[in-house]
């Protein structure tokens, strides 16, 4: 136990030694405050006592310096890109212990207290606005995936052309029969995905072959008649206009026809092997008659 006269001339204690180690920490004394052991009159300095002298010495950067500072950093980062908010709370919680059990000097113990804070505001602010930040992204991601799923869908469409006009070019330019259609030109398609468009419900094949070009030829029919286009009535189905089905796809970043966005959409391809995205008001102008 010890007694110390302060700076003011009041003499306090008697305190243990744990004690004035806080003193010094928080900086209520310092090497030159006088101190003496309980029931003696041996008054030195602090700096002067072994038991206090190594709180005194210089001191190089401590355990939990470089955490506070990242604390703080994962803080202010968190406020903008929230991730590292948690992070930063994490470092501050530990750089507080560390410098505690260090005695480090107050000013070391707020930078931690400051990440401590920085971080735990950003969190707060996060879920304060993960509301908000929703309603902006989510329409957008739900846009992002349309549109995605429309381009991929017009792709199969084409393929699916493709495939049928090459079978017609290697049988006189005849199609293939309109009840297996699409057993004829499975071999050669890479993939069996290419048969379902993403945007419809999970099936075997969400296109159709105009049932008019029963026993077509290429060449002979008129080529802006209706070849394929969506349909959920499944594998080698065939139909017309009331087999159609849309899919409210975009149109944006496709090279045709452009709408208000407000008409269902439907794709189709012609016997010339072209594509179109029809708003249901062209409908009407379709060619299924070959």
Not at 122 to 137: E, H, K, R, V
Not at 225 to 237: I, K, P, Q, R, Y
Request: hydrophobic share 45%; proline share 7%.
């Amino acid at each position: 136990m010890y007694k110390l006269i302060g700076n003011d001339g009041v003499e306090y204690g008697p305190a243990s030694a744990e004690t004035i180690r806080e003193w010094i920490a928080l900086g209520r004394c310092d090497a030159s405050t006088r101190a003496a052991p309980a029931g003696t009159a041996e008054w030195q300095p602090l700096g002067s006592w072994p038991e206090f002298a190594p709180q005194f010495a210089p001191r190089g950067p401590l355990p939990g310096d470089r955490l506070a500072l990242a604390s703080i950093i994962c803080g202010a980062v968190g406020v903008v890109l929230c991730v590292p908010a948690p992070v930063g709370l994490v470092l501050g919680l530990m750089a507080r212990r560390r410098l505690t059990a260090a005695h480090a000097p107050a000013r070391k113990r707020q930078l931690a207290t400051a990440g401590i804070i920085v971080s735990a505001a950003a969190m707060l602010l996060t879920l304060l606005c993960s509301p908000i930040l929703a309603g902006l992204f989510l329409p957008a991601l739900a846009k992002a995936k349309q549109r995605a799923q429309s381009v991929q869908c017009s792709n199969n469409l084409k393929e699916l052309t493709l495939a049928l006009l090459a079978q017609a070019g290697e049988n006189a330019n005849q199609l293939p029969p309109v009840t297996t259609w699409c057993d004829a030109i499975s071999p050669r398609l890479g993939s069996p995905k290419i048969f379902h468009c993403p945007a419809g419900p999970n099936g075997t094949c969400g296109y159709a072959i105009n049932e008019r070009l029963r026993g077509g030829i290429v060449g002979r029919m008129n080529a802006k008649t209706v070849l394929l286009f969506e349909s959920d009535a499944g594998w080698n189905a065939a139909g017309g206009e009331k087999t159609m089905v849309s899919r409210g796809h975009s149109t944006s970043r496709l090279n045709t026809q452009s709408t208000s966005g407000r008409e269902a959409i439907f794709y189709v391809t012609f016997v010339d092997g072209t594509f179109a995205a029809i708003p249901e008001s062209g409908l009407v102008a379709l060619r299924w008659d070959p």
